[in-house]
């Protein structure tokens, strides 16, 4: 299905992130063009909301964590940014695997699956995920897809 992809990424944030308990908001920044994309939108959505999730759970009393939308010339990319607890260098190797948590979330309750279907979710739709953390400072998730899905 085709779908315009700043108005999803902007009914996620409206749907999921616009009444949060601890006042803090999702940061959008997306380019004033705007593009229609091939996806599986309940995909897409499963995607960015286990990204965006952890973001805040991960980042707690922290600044606002954000979004941003770029289109490149043959793909476009999803970034979603934190400034929380990071992930310890050693753990970063093993973060897709299947209920695998770090060693500095023990207090912080998940199960470790959320990112193991992110990235199936996102090999199904031909796009790619990458991510770069440091510990005490923040953490970054990049996804990749091409336009046509
Ligand atoms: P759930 O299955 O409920 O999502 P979870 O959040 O523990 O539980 P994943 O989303 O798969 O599981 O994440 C796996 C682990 O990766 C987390 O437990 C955490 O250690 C680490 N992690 C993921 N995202 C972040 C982030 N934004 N900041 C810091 N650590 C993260
Ligand atoms: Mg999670």
Partial sequence: ETVDIITLINDIKT???????????????????????????????????NLVNNAFKYSPNAENPSLSLIFNQ????IVVQDFGIGIPEADQQHLFELFFRANNVFYIEGTGLGLTITKEFTKKLGGTIS???????????TLQF???G
């Fill in 15 to 49: 749907q999921y992130y616009s009444d949060r308990k601890d006042g803090r908001e999702l940061n959008l920044f997306c380019p004033s063009e705007h593009k229609v994309v091939s996806t599986n939108v309940s995909f897409l959505n499963h995607i960015v909301c």
């Fill in 74 to 77: 043959d793909n476009y990319q």
């Fill in 131 to 141: 991510f770069e953390s440091k510990e005490g400072v923040g953490t970054t998730f």
């Fill in 146 to 148: 091409p336009y046509g």
